[in-house]
């Protein structure tokens, strides 16, 4: 475009994908998990036998629910189910590579034993840094860690909305010291984690700190070189979120993709980005009663493939009880993933957009930086006969089942670079992967 670059002091700091190793074993992640823990999963939606439909985690700010009663919530929590073994243990089985945790959600109860607020799991009866017992476990089960931190606090007295007065502004420097001096103890804590998840980032009061939150980036990324941090922390110094004023990411991956997928490869501008999901419509948090539309296993490989077909990793949410216990439900869902996973994950786990044109069957996936492509099939047409249109100059030279290379196919070239794949019995009851060697004339 002819469009004039603004000059910005706080904007973008690079243009285009990282390239170093730990940006690409994040982009190779394809499968992870996201954990919302904390206070509000004791109530669990309800409110002294009243159900709330907003979202679980957000239940301190419903009308009608006393503030400081929710705020004394840390004095009950104590949770005898928690085994972040076992959590650890679910998500591999599901085929999770990567984990992000709540160490402090929008209440601003902390997992960890702060140093800098007394709203911590230590004045609870629990006492233990559960952040360090979830980074432990998972470090052990070989999947990455991503700290999810809000930056609005309701229980902290120097959290503003907007800064409108003198008292708000003073009290914000000491909110954004205090919001510095956690980051760093959460990355010097748990020095083994590879990024941090930034939420609760679009109020007033934090746009306006573009400076300051540009240099905190700059700190950490000093501290933690390598460290992973999305577009949801900092705005530019026109206020502008995720993409600077230049329209240029700002952080490492796009970070807007929540309970949505792009549809087109067109929609994700060249970026890296990840999609966190809920398995109801939007609840994060534990919610006992859980009602609407539920996500089936199938429905959420399907996003999974969708996902890592246009160049994203794909994040199911996990809402642990105020026990600590993972919820049947969930076990269920992780292990009907980790059931296709183990047979299939050969077409998630480093793959990359094909650029093949998508079609009405399902979704194609690359190894990434390969000529080996995947077919996952989610819909069989009546015919049997799948479509696959090449890019140009590009053979099929084998097709054949990822679960059964004995099962192969000859492609029938019905046009220039189109091609129909007959299956032969369509006894697929799961969503089943064709894996097509290609090669490209040169
Ligand atoms: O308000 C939160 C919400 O509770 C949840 O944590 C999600 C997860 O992406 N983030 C915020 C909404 O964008």
Partial sequence: STKEKIALLHGAHRVGKRTDATMEKWRGYGLGQFIHWGLYAIPGGAWNGKQYNGAAEWIRSWDGIPKS???????????????????AKTAKQMGARYVTFTTKHHDGFCLWPSKYTKYTVKNSPYKKDIVKAVVDAYDQEGIDVILYFSVMDWNHPDWRYD?????????????????????????????????????????????????????????MRRLR??????????????????FDSNGVLMGDYEQGWERKIP???????????????TVP???W??????????????????MTARCVSLGGNFVLNFGPKGDGAIRQEEIKLAEEIGDWMKVNQEAIYNCEYAGFDKQDWGYFT????TDKVYMVVFNVPLSGALRIKTPSKTAIKKAYMLA???????????????????LKKSTNSKPFVIVLETLKAT
């Fill in 69 to 87: 009663t929710y705020d004394s919530l840390n004095y009950s929590f104590n949770p005898t189910a928690f085994d972040a073994k076992a959590w």
């Fill in 281 to 283: 419509e939007n609840q």
């Fill in 285 to 302: 948090g534990y919610n006992a009663a859980w009602n609407g539309h539920l996500k089936t296993g199938t429905e959420l490989i399907e």
């Fill in 263 to 277: 549809s087109k490869i067109e929609d994700v501008h060249g970026n890296d980005w990840d999609c966190v999901m």
């Fill in 366 to 369: 690359r190894k990434t930086g």
């Fill in 225 to 242: 070189p390598g460290l992973i941090i999305g577009s949801r922390f900092r705005a530019d110094e026109n206020g502008k979120r995720h």
């Fill in 404 to 422: 059964d290379a004995e099962e192969s196919f000859v492609p029938e070239e019905i046009s220039a670079d189109e091609y129909f794949l007959h």
């Fill in 163 to 219: 800064i409108k007065t003198k008292e708000d502004s003073i009290a914000f420097e000491r909110f954004k010291k205090f919001t510095r001096n956690q980051l760093i103890e959460l990355l010097t804590n748990y020095p083994t984690v590879k990024g941090l998840w930034f939420d609760g980032t679009w109020d007033k009061s934090w746009v306006k700190q573009a400076a300051f939150a540009d240099e905190l980036e700059t700190e």
